[in-house]
């Protein structure tokens, strides 16, 4: 299908050459907005918004959870998947879910478990991100169960999928498979690359960027050949080495710039919705180097013009869960947007009257102009702003306690069997014996042959 679309053989026979005619052809035949639908109806995300902000979503790819009760560590199991999802639930920030990795089911249909889980358990969008070529077909139909069927999914797709390269330049059979299938869908891909500087890219910012746009521009291109008129969101996931231990960063001040640079390259270079990280650390706990990483993140990512911050709730490089870190970052989203938010300079805001008739010593309290704005103030849900006396009254209690609390209350709060009927719970099970009977069947034979 390349071939035909006018590619040329590269330097060997697994390689291509895309010309710039067809790359050309691809990022203006691709879709420059697409809507995200959830099963509310009321959670409708469009990309790009309208007033220019972001939409964050949970983390993808963990392995491991912090349990928000005990802050003990465990491998991430359904049972975190479903809280995951009760969270992420009651996160006014948060516009949709990643299911993660999970452990305690068969690892080769991980995947297949735990979309099956986390999609009954939220009302928001789903991400969904694929393990095997063999794999992507189930999950599909697990979407179009959710949706009340394919008709409802092509027409309002609460599910989107992740396509990927396998950094440096390098795509899985999978990966192809998921453009396929998405675009009989119409289910948005996101077209993500996760080079890592001095490791899958260059150790340069500049090469590092290079790297990701390079990947993610054959992705769009290879998506108008095999599946045209799909809506791509660019993804370049950055991430850089540590030189001295080999260990990957997700929130190095290289990563950051890397970050920012390869936003503005897709979105403003190249004119696509754009999604990369905006919050996550490289510290194995919600600690202050925590805190401190995941800010400077999601301002950069923000202020270069992302439309999806990712990552929400997410340790130790992406690889760890933590849901009261998802509240912690739920609060940095929402100061976050509200620093983005361009601010108004009018007479009105100005309010030089009142500014040259203050008296000595006066004050803008009482001021008409200070009651109309100050409900336009932000506010913060779980972060602090108490004195002295009532912080050591308080037992010297911090955010930390009060996200944990309110990350409880959500997922007790959760309905335990989920939110789809018993009829879509029973197909969907189904749906996963299937997949666990004839994929790990096909596994033992092909590692008997």
Not at 81 to 87: K, L, Q
Not at 100 to 115: L, M, Y
Not at 295 to 312: C, F, K, S, V
Request: proline share 5%; hydrophobic share 40%; glycine share 8%.
């Amino acid at each position: 299908a390349l071939l035909a679309a006018g590619a040329k053989r590269g330097s060997s026979n697994d390689r291509f050459k895309l010309p710039r005619e067809l790359v050309s052809e691809a990022l203006v035949a691709t879709p420059k907005s697409l809507t995200l639908h959830g099963k509310d109806p009321n959670k409708v995300l469009h990309v790009p918004r309208a007033d220019g902000a972001f939409i964050m979503r949970t983390g993808t790819g963990a392995h491991g959870y912090v349990d928000p009760e005990t802050a003990e560590y465990r491998d991430l199991d359904l049972r975190a998947v479903a809280e995951m999802g009760a969270v992420a639930s009651g996160l006014d920030e948060i516009g949709f879910v990643a299911h993660p990795f999970v452990a305690g089911v068969p690892e080769i249909t991980a995947d297949i478990h735990s979309f099956a889980t986390m999609v009954n358990h939220t009302d928001k969008h789903c991400w969904i991100q694929p393990y095997g070529k063999e794999n992507v077909e189930y999950l599909m139909q697990i979407a179009a169960v959710a949706a009340g069927g394919e008709d409802e999914l092509r027409a309002r797709p609460l599910a989107s999928c992740i396509t990927c390269s396998f950094s440096p330049l390098e795509f899985k059979f999978m990966d192809t498979e998921v453009v396929m299938q998405a675009g009989r869908l119409k289910m948005p891909l996101h077209a993500c690359s996760l080079p890592s500087a001095g490791g899958t890219a260059p150790l340069s910012t500049a090469g590092l960027v290079l790297m990701a746009a390079t990947e993610i521009l054959s992705m769009v291109a290879v998506t108008h050949v095999l599946a045209p008129g799909t809506p791509v969101i660019a993804t370049p996931l950055m991430f850089s080495l540590d030189m001295r231990t080999g260990s990957a960063l997700q929130s190095s001040p290289e990563t950051l710039q890397a970050v920012g640079m390869s936003v503005q390259l897709m979105k403003q270079g190249f004119g696509l919705p754009t999604h990369s990280y905006g919050s996550g650390s490289d510290t194995p706990d919600a600690d202050m180097q925590s805190m401190a990483e995941r800010a400077m993140l999601a301002q950069i990512t923000a202020l270069t013009g992302a439309d999806i911050l990712g990552g929400i709730g997410q340790l130790e490089c992406a690889t760890v869960f933590s849901p009261v870190q998802a509240v912690l970052d739920n609060e940095i989203g929402a100061m976050v947007r509200k620093l983005i938010e361009k601010p108004v300079i009018d007479e009105e805001t100005l309010n030089w009257d009142e500014i040259s008739a203050i008296r000595v010593g006066g004050h803008f309290l009482d001021s008409t102009h200070t009651l109309d704005l100050c409900r336009r103030q932000h506010q913060p849900d779980v972060f602090l702003r108490m004195g002295r006396d009532d912080y050591e009254k308080s037992g010297r209690r911090t955010a930390f306690e009060e996200a944990r609390d309110k990350a409880l209350r959500l997922i007790r709060e959760a309905p335990e069997e989920g939110i789809l009927d018993e009829d879509q719970r029973r197909e969907i099970a189904d749906i996963r014996e299937t997949a666990d009977r004839i994929i790990l069947a096909n596994e033992t034979a092909s590692q008997v042959i």
